[in-house]
């Protein structure tokens, strides 16, 4: 698959590859088709989706288990610096004065032209935002002191000095040509931007954290920083939108020694911080609901999903006489009784499949998935019903979790219809006029109009439309300039490279991603300078290096589902501007590449090696490592960041393909629904909500056979995702679904998305037939206007030629 012109995965080297184990952890070995076998029923997981995992982890996730060593240089270069002078108090036994004026000695430091001096102060600094842990005896006063020196250190305007130093080494046109030439990069090449860009990650990712015990001044320094983040204040451009020039110069081969998983780690935070997560999404969309005196939503969505439970439905009865009857021939065995298996169905309807069988080989339709069967025993004979007291029956929802929503174009259609059919004539855009209509389809009407949804995305629409209509008697619009409005202006030039960029890494991070030799390395950050020498270093190497791509495909994930929300919420064609790019650049396929795996492996990945974790690693002494605590992994049901990265993969999936019938037809070209359908064995209900909401789309389009075999999935989609009155999502006589107007739809909204570009943002190209004329002749001759100077030197001529010489009528003049 090709990523914007060039994709791939990870290329390795002669000598990288000797670093890395054949068979490192986490790398699955993948059979699609039949990945499902031997299976047990996997457990619900008790996840629940936030902005970002836990601090403790956000902050361990930085550091590659290879940078180890650099804590104690980084304590060595600091208490160096410090002893000379202060000779016998430790750092925490300072006071304010003190902390303050040492911090300003560092900063100082940073400003000196020698490059080893200057790291050496960098060091020193990044040790005291990493919560000078020498002079802590747990964790919680490691992540204390971190909180303290990072507002310190931001008072005194250190992240200012280091935004200077890492457009510095970013420039540093030296360090790019030589790691260019280098065959295999590592931690060496990236010494001094690792420094800066881990010292910039711990103060944003804590003074993002809100913490009620904050102190006044602290909350003050916070939110003021916050603002500076988002304006162009550091070289005229918001921070985010130079973390993404560097991105894309990383992709285009001219700087292979950027440490990427830094670069996007400190971007999705800045973005995060800057924009706000998915709280604060909300809270704005209900403000902005209220500004255009819009009804509010129906519901909070954010409650509503943290509320739903991973549940399968029932097994219809057709599934289990099939199954049965399948056993019984292989073994002999008597048809189980009709009335027993509805008996076992009430029992328990919303227990998963024991185990389900993949029989994709026997099925007739090419998109049909493995066969949904309830798995029995082999020689069980259905025992008969076991009655339940009432506190064990299964409690059956009331009602389903969503509110209905109907669009005005839903009412429009259906009362063309009902008119065409019992009138005989239609009446356009009209939704009130209802002579002549029977009366069921008045209590229709009146029904479908309780639940009409109006978005914020429809008002936006019309009023781009009335712009572009009346240009000169719409008047100016007035834009809000919010953070997310500054970075849409800084990131619209270069925004399609952008895309491409992102997508580019996340294709290298990918597991499914097989190695190419034109593919981009993301390993320069993680890779050690010595070859690994025993099989113990080759097995740590090979946990770091897969959780080093599971930490890249968190933060793409979590940057690109941001970004799409800020900008549908800001405006809905800066949403579909970007979305349209990534569409172009590939991005639907490599989402369902990615999910081409076996998915419960992904999730249950053990990629990490707690002992190692900072801030752990800092304040205990570590145990000797082995071979079989390095393959024993953590004691976790799954791994966090995975299942954050698949959910948000899905949303952005989900995001791209909404209304859009060109994409959704996309889905059932690349056959996403067999790969969909796996991911719906992880019991996580979030993740099985957007994996049902894409099967819904192209439902429609699967056929009759893989809807009558897929009946249980069809339940769930009932069950679990919004209903839009008048869909009909699951019988395919959809009025949009016609095949010949998809390339058009995306023409038309590309013109859309042109003209709203170059009307708000592109004042440079506005046409002279809209531009105010002056009509006062006093005004316009008192204008002084510029002469050249060879004009000024012959002005006499002039005068003869074009004046004097040249007979005037001034009777017609006159008149």
């Not at 791994?639 to 995001?655: A, Q």
């Amino acid at each position: 698959m090709d990523i914007g012109g060039n994709g791939g995965g990870l290329p390795v080297n002669n000598k990288q590859r000797a670093m890395i184990p054949n068979k490192s952890r986490g790398e699955f070995t993948r059979n699609p088709r039949k990945d499902s076998e031997g299976m047990s029923e996997s457990p619900d997981l008790e996840f629940e989706y936030s902005d970002t995992d836990k601090w403790a982890a956000e902050l361990s996730e930085l550091y590659s288990y290879t940078e180890g060593p650099e804590f104690d240089l980084n304590r060595k270069c600091f208490e160096a610096e410090f002893r000379t002078h202060v000779s016998e108090k430790k750092w925490t036994e300072l006071d304010a004065a003190e902390h303050r004026a040492h911090a300003m000695r560092l900063l100082d430091g940073l400003e000196v032209t020698a490059r080893e001096k200057r790291l050496k102060a960098a060091r020193a600094i990044l040790y005291m935002t990493q919560g000078t842990f020498a002079d802590c005896s747990s964790e919680a006063e490691v992540q204390y002191w971190m909180r303290y020196n990072i507002f310190l250190l931001l008072d005194v305007g250190t992240f200012s000095a280091l935004v200077e130093l890492l457009n510095m080494e970013v420039d540093n046109s030296a360090a790019c040509s030589s790691a260019v030439r280098k065959p295999a990069i590592s931690l060496a090449d990236s010494t001094d931007l690792r420094v800066l860009l881990n010292i910039m990650y711990l103060m944003v990712e804590t003074i993002q954290q809100d913490d009620p015990a904050d102190k006044p001044e602290w909350k003050i320094i916070r939110e003021t920083f916050r603002a500076e983040l988002g304006s162009p204040l550091f070289n005229n451009e918001p921070i985010s939108v130079m973390l993404f020039g560097m991105v894309t110069k990383f992709c285009s081969g001219h700087a292979p020694h950027f440490p990427m998983k830094k670069v996007l780690l400190l971007l999705w935070k800045s973005i995060l911080f800057t924009l706000g997560g998915f709280e604060q999404l909300q809270s704005i969309k209900v403000c902005k609901r209220q500004e255009l005196c819009l009804p509010p939503l129906p519901e909070d969505s954010i409650r509503v999903i943290r509320s739903m439970r991973a549940a399968s439905p029932p097994a219809s009865a057709s599934d289990l006489i099939e199954q049965q009857q399948k056993r019984a021939r292989r073994e002999h065995k008597a048809l189980i009784k009709q009335d027993n298996l509805d008996a076992f169905n009430e029992k328990d309807p919303y227990k998963a499949d024991d185990s389900r069988e993949d029989e994709d080989d026997n099925d007739d339709n090419d998109n049909s998935i493995e066969a949904e069967t309830f798995s029995l025993e082999r020689d069980e004979v259905m025992p008969p019903p076991i009655p339940h007291p009432p506190s064990e029956r299964v409690s059956f929802p009331k009602g389903l979790p969503w509110a209905p929503k109907v669009r005005e174009k839903d009412i429009e259609n259906f009362l063309e219809s009902s008119r065409s059919k019992f009138i005989g004539y239609t009446l356009g855009n009209d939704t009130n006029t209802v002579v002549g209509l029977p009366r069921p389809i008045h209590e229709s009407i009146r029904t479908l109009k309780q639940h009409k949804y109006v978005s914020i995305a429809e008002i936006q629409i019309a009023k781009e439309e009335e712009f572009q209509k009346t240009p000169l008697s719409g008047g100016e619009e007035e834009v809000e300039m919010s953070s997310t409005e500054l970075l849409y202006q800084g990131i619209l030039p270069s925004l399609p490279q952008y895309m491409i960029a992102l997508l580019k890494i996340l294709l290298a991070a990918a597991p499914t991603s097989k190695a190419k030799t034109d593919s981009i390395n993301i390993l320069a950050d993680v890779l050690p300078e010595e070859m690994p020498t025993t099989v113990l270093q080759s097995m740590k190497l090979g946990v770091d290096v897969n959780r080093h791509k599971e930490i890249i495909v968190k933060a793409i994930s979590a940057i690109l589902l941001l970004l799409l929300k800020h900008f549908k919420l800001n405006h809905i064609y800066q949403f579909e501007y970007m979305a349209q790019h990534l569409v172009f650049a590939n991005c639907i396929p490599l989402i369902l590449k990615f999910f081409n795996q076996n998915i419960m492996s992904y999730i249950t990945a053990k990629n990490s090696i707690s002992v190692l974790d900072f801030p752990h690693c800092v304040v205990n002494e570590l145990p000797e490592l082995t071979a079989e605590s390095l393959e024993a992994g953590d004691n976790n049901q799954f791994c966090w960041r995975n299942l954050f990265s698949c959910i948000n993969l899905l949303r952005i999936l989900n995001k791209l393909t909404k209304w859009k019938h060109s994409r959704t037809m996309m889905l059932v070209v690349f056959k996403s629904a067999p790969i969909l359908k796996r991911a719906l064995k992880v019991k996580q209900a979030m993740m099985q909500l957007y994996v049902l909401k894409l099967l819904k789309v192209q439902t429609k389009y699967l056929g009759r056979q893989w809807r009558k075999s897929n009946m249980k999935t069809m339940s769930a989609i009932y069950q679990k995702v919004r209903h839009r009155l008048n869909d009909d999502w699951a019988y395919g006589n959809d009025l949009d679904a016609r095949p010949w107007d998809f390339q058009a739809e995306e023409c038309a909204l590309r013109a859309n998305i042109e003209r709203f570009n170059s009307r708000r943002y592109d004042k440079s190209i506005s046409n002279p037939d809209f531009l105010p004329v002056d009509n006062c002749l006093q005004s316009v001759l008192g204008q002084r206007v510029d002469l050249p100077e060879d004009f000024q030197m012959n002005y006499d001529l002039w005068l003869e030629r074009e004046v004097f010489s040249k007979p005037i009528s001034w009777e017609e003049l006159l008149q």
